[in-house]
C-alpha cells in the first residue's frame, strides 16, 4: 500500500499540531508507523487520501453506528443546515432529540446537551457534588471519562495506550479526591464504601469498559455497585457514551437491567456531529441552572445540524431487530477471528457486546484490568499492521474496543477473518 500522501501531511500535521493530531491515539503512537489521512466515508469503509480502501472498525470511535456517510443522516444534516448552523436561542430540534433520549432511556427524565463526552462527565460530576454537598468520586482503573481533571486518574484510552495513567498539569489537591477501584472486583468497592461511603459523592463506571480494550461486567456487579451507591446515598453515574443506544437501544442500563442516577452519552446521538448530553432524575436535574443553582452552560450547545445528524441516526436504530442485527454480526465477526487464530496456533481470546468488542493476544477470560494488559501488546501491534496492509483498520491501540456498525455485512466480515487468516499466519 502507498501512504506517500498521508506521511507528506502527518510530517506537516506534526510541525503544526501537537504529536501532529488533535486526539492523540490518532497518532498510532503505541502501534507504531504513520496514521493515514481519511479522504472520504461510507457505509462500512474509509478511503485515505493515497486511494486506498479500508474496513473501517473503528466507527470515529463510536458514533456511526448506521454506517458512514448514511443518506438519511446527510439529508437531515441537508435539510437543517439551510435554515443555519446556530441560533443561540432554544429551537425545535432540541426538544426533540431530549424527548428521544428520555424515551429510549427511562432513567433519564430530563436531559442537558452538551458537545462532548468529556463535558457531558464533568458536569454530572458537578451536579453530584452539588447536589450531595460531598466532594471524593469513585472511578475505576482503566475507564476513561474524557479528559476532565478529576478523570485522568488510572483512566484507560489514551493515556493508557501512552502510558501517562496520571496527567501532569492535574492538581493533588483535586486527583486526591477521586478514589479509584478495579473492575468486576467486589470485594474492594464493600470494602472502600464501608470506610468512606458517606464522603463519596459520585461513583462513575462505565458499565461495560470500552477504554480498556472491552471488558464485561461479571454477573451482578453493576447491580452491587447500585445497592452500594443507594445505601450511602452516592450518585451513580452510568457513563454510556461508548454502550449508550449500541449495546441495546437503551444502552447497558437496559442489557443489565440497572438503574442509574445519572447518565452520560455522546458519539451515536451525534451521528458524527460533536455532541454529549447528560441527564437522569428529575429531581437532581433540576439543580442544574437556570432551574437550579449548579451552572452549566454552552454558546453550541443543542447545536440544530448536530441535533438533526442525532436524531437522523436514533431514527435508524430503532428499526424493529437492528440490534439484533448488530449482536450476531459482532459474533461471526469474533467467531471467526477466533476460529483463524485457533488454526494458526496462536493463543488469542475476544470479549463481546452487540456492536462492540475487544482483541486480546491470550487465552483464557477476560474479566479485569488485569487480565487486558496481560494481553500481548507487541503481537497485537503486528497483528494490527498486517491487518491494515490488508484493508482492514481496527484501532490502533491494544486498549480500545472494536466498534460494528449495521453497514458491516457478511461481505466485509468474510474479508476481514480471511484478512486475519494471513496475519495470524504471519504472527
Ligand atoms: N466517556 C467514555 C466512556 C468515552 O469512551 C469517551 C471518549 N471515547 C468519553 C467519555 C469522552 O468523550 P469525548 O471524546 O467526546 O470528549
Redesign the pocket.
Known amino acids: 500500500m502507498n501512504h506517500t500522501i498521508s506521511e507528506r501531511l502527518f510530517s506537516r500535521a506534526s510541525e503544526l499540531l501537537p504529536g501532529g493530531v488533535n ?1 492523540p491515539v490518532r497518532a498510532f503512537r503505541s502501534v507504531g508507523g504513520t496514521p493515514f489521512f481519511a479522504k472520504r466515508a461510507e457505509g462500512a469503509y474509509l478511503h485515505d487520501v493515497d486511494g486506498n480502501t479500508y474496513i473501517d472498525y473503528v466507527g470515529s ?2 458514533p456511526m453506528i448506521a454506517g458512514h456517510a448514511h443518506p438519511n443522516v446527510l439529508d437531515a444534516v441537508a435539510r437543517t443546515m439551510v435554515d443555519g448552523l446556530s441560533f443561540g436561542v432554544p429551537n425545535a430540534l432540541e426538544v426533540a432529540m431530549a424527548e428521544a433520549i428520555t424515551r429510549i432511556v427511562p432513567s433519564c427524565e430530563m436531559v442537558r446537551m452538551v458537545n ?6 464533568l458536569s454530572a460530576i458537578r451536579l453530584a457534588r452539588g447536589a450531595t454537598g460531598r466532594t471524593r468520586i469513585v472511578k475505576f482503573e482503566g ?5 476532565g481533571d478529576s478523570f485522568l486518574v488510572k483512566a484507560g ?1 489514551g493515556v493508557m495506550t501512552l502510558g501517562l495513567p496520571n496527567s501532569p498539569g492535574v492538581p493533588a489537591a483535586l486527583a486526591d479526591l477521586t478514589l479509584t477501584l478495579p473492575y468486576n472486583d467486589f470485594d474492594a468497592a464493600t470494602a472502600l464504601f464501608d470506610d468512606m461511603g458517606a464522603e463519596i459523592a459520585a461513583m462513575i463506571i ?1 458499565p461495560i469498559v ?2 480498556a480494550n472491552c471488558i464485561l461486567p461479571r454477573d451482578g456487579y453493576l447491580q452491587h455497585l447500585r445497592a452500594l451507591c443507594t445505601q450511602h446515598g452516592t450518585i451513580l453515574i452510568f ?1 454510556e ?2 454502550t449508550g443506544f449500541r449495546v441495546a437501544l437503551g444502552g447497558a442500563q437496559q442489557r443489565y437491567g440497572v438503574v442509574p442516577d445519572l447518565s ?1 452519552f ?2 451515536i446521538i451525534g451521528g458524527g456531529m460533536p455532541v ?1 448530553c447528560y441527564g437522569g432524575r428529575r429531581d437532581l436535574m433540576q439543580q442544574i441552572a437556570p432551574a437550579g443553582p449548579i451552572y452549566q452552560a454552552g454558546t453550541l450547545s443543542g447545536n440544530p445540524v448536530a441535533m438533526a445528524a442525532g436524531l437522523a441516526t436514533l431514527e435508524l436504530i430503532q428499526t424493529p431487530g437492528f440490534h439484533d442485527a448488530l449482536e450476531r454480526s459482532t459474533h461471526a465477526l469474533c467467531d471467526g477471528l477466533e476460529s483463524a487464530a485457533r488454526d494458526a496456533g496462536i493463543a488469542f481470546h475476544t470479549t463481546r457486546a452487540p456492536g462492540m468488542f475487544g482483541l486480546y493476544f491470550r487465552e483464557g477470560l477476560v474479566e479485569t484490568f488485569d487480565d487486558a494488559k496481560a494481553s500481548d501488546t507487541t503481537r497485537f501491534n503486528r497483528f494490527f499492521h498486517a491487518m491494515l496492509e490488508r484493508g482492514v483498520y481496527f484501532a490502533p491501540s491494544a486498549f480500545e474496543a472494536g466498534f460494528m456498525s449495521s453497514a458491516h455485512s457478511d461481505a466485509e466480515i468474510t474479508a476481514t477473518i480471511a484478512a486475519a487468516r494471513e496475519a495470524f499466519a504471519l504472527l
Open positions: 486526539s470511535w463510536g462532548s463526552g468529556t463535558e457531558a462527565t475507564c476513561y471519562h474524557g479528559h484510552s462505565e470500552g477504554n457513563d457514551v461508548m452520560t455522546g458519539k454529549g
